[in-house]
């Protein structure tokens, strides 16, 4: 308990020291995840329209979710080094999984009658994309993505025995910063990532449509 | 099978109003990939201008096949379909597409649309300006009865009725003013009762706008109630008969046809003729009094004399009344119209109505 109300302290003391790490920890967690939505989104979107490749999605998915992310470090290591590269390369390797499935979950699900209306009425394929399928679909994308943010953030802690930087050095050594400085950069990391998840909730109420927000009130209100 | 043989292909281009926009099926065949059997096979109708046909039949009759043929969501596997003198294929899917309307079971309205947004869709993709879009949807609104319409412009379809959320979808399968219609059991997944009201309100919208329509259900009263002429589909999608409701009951093409009609064909026949018509006819008969042949047999007995027979308005069919007048166990009803007496009709004429003139016009059987 002590040691947890120590905590408090360090970070007033060190202040500046956590919140360079925390800016060293947010481009290795955010570079990758951002990376991670350019790839991932357009591919499970496409996959979603055509219906096709769901056992691809999954597939990744599982393997992503199988493989730990201290495992997967260990084993990059191996393939390209040490280093802020590799830590990255881990971490949008942990990333993309959620984001792909997600997607293609998001728009391969939505209602086959609504589609159909939608080309049995003359629509374009893109069209039946943007004014049907990505609506229906936007806050399930954008759950994977905050999924991913939050296994990103935390994930980011351990890429610092890839001699990456960020919070984890902090968390890792114990030695140099004693159990209160380890107990402060946990918190630190944990309130990181929510805070993380919490932009992209405030992302999704900004770019739903009109129709997308009634809908999730809808929900909520069911 | 000589009645629907010569029936399937009624005369053709004949006295067609000035814009044909008639739906010809020429030896349409259908085969899924990796299927041997066909889901359509040589079907050859012709659903003139303005007509409204219903596709009735069984599961894996092919009726929805025949209608996604039409509007190219199932390619052709040979054969030719001709809107107006337009040969599908010579149009591009999209293109097509504009020029039908297409309204499905569970209305297939999108969500996240409101009501206006719902109705534009078609209008808006055709680039019409606001002014053009913002008319055409109160006028849609008002068409299909909801109104007023700034009470429903706004709202989402999640806010609506069953019933309410199919007006919605004809309204927009009308937007763009189609010269055709294709309905995929519009109605299906409506309670019976508000069934009924949507289908009487599309008969008058069908009456006042006058789209070629081609309309699948499965639900054979649905379509004696709706069709102009209804074509029967059999397993394998072969055309059973092609003909007028009338002439479907009264003469079942074949034992396939007959049984799915039901027991109840008879029955059913008498839902094709109001109490109105019957009136009309008897008076042409007798003279001026209707009553004397059914006055007689009261006195043999019958528990409820003339006076006290049911009253029946003149707009219902002879299904309705015969059912009012069998739990009244009367021998006949008064037909009466907005409070007035118009006459009387006997349990006689009820069940042997006129309908059996085989010169009856379509258009009458529909009055």
């Known amino acids: ?222 | 099978m000589t009645e629907s043989a010569t029936t399937t292909m009624p005369a053709t281009s004949t006295a067609r109003s000035t814009r044909n926009s008639s739906i010809v099926f020429d030896n349409v065949t259908k085969t899924y990939p990796g299927q041997t059997a066909h889901a359509l096979d040589s079907l050859s109708i012709e659903v003139r201008s303005g007509e409204l046909v219903c596709l009735v039949g069984p599961s894996g009759g092919g009726k929805t096949t025949a209608l996604q043929l039409v509007n190219r969501l199932v390619d052709l596997s040979s054969g030719e379909i001709r809107i107006g003198d337009t040969n599908i294929m010579d149009l591009s899917p999209i293109e097509l597409r504009r020029t039908i309307g297409y309204a499905i079971q569970q209305s297939g309205l999108f969500p996240h649309y409101t009501v206006a947004e719902n109705i534009a869709t078609v209008p808006t993709i055709l680039k019409w300006d606001r002014k053009r879009i913002e008319a055409r949807t109160k006028e849609l609104l008002e068409l299909v009865g909801l109104t007023p319409v700034e009470n429903w412009l706004k709202r989402y379809p999640g806010q609506l009725s069953g019933g309410q959320q199919q007006r919605v979808g004809i309204a927009r399968a009308l937007a763009a003013d189609p010269p055709v219609m294709l309905m995929d059991e519009p109605f299906g997944a409506l309670d019976p009762i508000t069934r009924v009201a949507v289908q009487d309100e599309f008969l008058d919208i069908h009456r006042a706008v006058g789209k070629t329509t081609l309309f699948v259900t499965h639900d054979i009263d649905e379509a004696i109630k709706m069709a102009d002429r209804i074509a029967i589909l059999k397993p394998g999608g072969l055309l059973a008969q092609y003909d007028t409701p009338a002439e479907v009951l009264a003469r079942p093409a074949d034992d396939f046809v007959a049984e799915f009609l039901g027991a109840e064909r008879g029955l059913k026949r008498l839902a094709l003729t109001t109490v109105a018509e019957v009136l009309a006819a008897g008076r042409d008969r007798r003279g001026s009094s209707p009553v004397a042949a059914a006055a007689g047999s009261t006195e043999a007995g019958n528990p409820v004399s003339a006076a006290e027979w049911p009253e029946v308005s003149a707009t219902m069919t002879l299904r309705e009344a015969l059912s009012l007048v069998s739990a009244a166990h009367a021998q006949g009803a008064r037909v009466m119209d907005a409070g007035s007496h118009l006459g009387d009709v006997t349990l006689h004429e009820l069940i042997c109505p006129p309908a059996d003139d085989p010169a009856r016009t379509t258009e009458g059987a529909r009055i």
């Open chain 1, 1 to 222: 308990m002590d040691v947890l109300v120590g905590a408090f302290p360090f970070m007033t003391a060190n202040f500046a020291l956590l919140l360079e790490k925390t800016g060293e920890h947010l481009v290795i967690s955010l570079i990758p995840l951002l990376a991670a939505i350019v790839v991932g989104v357009p591919l499970g979107v496409w996959l979603g329209h055509i219906h096709k490749g769901e056992f691809l999605a999954v597939s990744i998915t599982n393997i992503g979710r199988a493989l730990p992310s201290l495992a997967l470090i260990a084993i990059l290591i191996g393939i390209v080094g040490i280093g802020m590269l590799n830590a990255m390369i881990a971490l949008f390797l942990l990333a993309f999984p959620p984001i792909l499935s997600y997607a293609f979950q998001a728009v391969d699900s939505v209602d086959a009658d609504l589609t159909k209306a939608a080309r049995g009425m003359g629509l374009a394929p893109m069209q039946v994309l943007t004014k049907v399928e990505l609506p229906l679909g936007l806050p399930m994308i954008i759950s994977g993505i905050r999924t991913a943010a939050v296994l990103t953030v935390s994930s980011a802690t351990i890429a610092t025995i890839a001699g990456s930087g960020g919070l984890g050095d902090v968390i890792l050594n114990q030695v140099a910063y004693g159990m209160e400085g380890v107990i402060a950069a946990a918190l630190w990391v944990a309130v990181l990532a929510i805070l993380v998840d919490q932009v992209f909730v405030l992302l999704l109420k900004i770019a739903s449509p009109a129709g997308v927000k009634h809908l999730q009130r809808a929900a909520v209100a069911a």
